[in-house]
């Protein structure tokens, strides 16, 4: 009996281990997110979705349904290319789309907490 119990409560640790590093499920991990950043009419589509303005297809809900834990946790469940993609957008929404980037901002960090350390986390990959 003791043992079916230990062997158990090993098998929730490494269950609850595994899950804990694995990483975001999007639509597609290699979207060229410089041909998406580059067009403002794209930008606005996507920033209506991850900011509420509009509901969501799939496509767009699979990045969406990542911000809420990525940015507070500073993109540790992101892959490589999830943290490229992300450089990318937040670098260029902050540059390019300023009033955007306020209204990602105010959605996912409103009190201005985590914005600083999930630009640095992301910045650190080629």
């Given amino acids: 009996m003791k043992i079916s119990i230990l062997v158990y409560l090993v098998g929730l640790c490494v269950a609850h281990s595994l899950n804990q590093n694995k990483a975001y499920t999007t639509a597609n991990d290699y979207l ?55 450089k990318i957008f937040i670098t260029r929404l902050y540059n390019e789309y300023p009033g955007e980037y306020l209204a990602f901002q105010q959605k996912y960090d409103p009190k201005n907490q985590y914005m600083d350390g999930f630009i640095k986390a992301v910045s650190d990959v080629d």
């Fill in 32 to 86: 060229d997110i410089q041909a998406v950043m580059s067009d403002p009419e794209e930008v606005k589509w996507y920033m209506d979705c991850f900011v509420g303005r509009r509901e969501c297809e799939p496509f767009s809900a699979s990045y969406q349904a990542n911000m809420p834990e990525a940015i507070p946790t500073l993109c540790k469940k992101c892959n490589e290319p999830q943290k490229r993609m992300w």
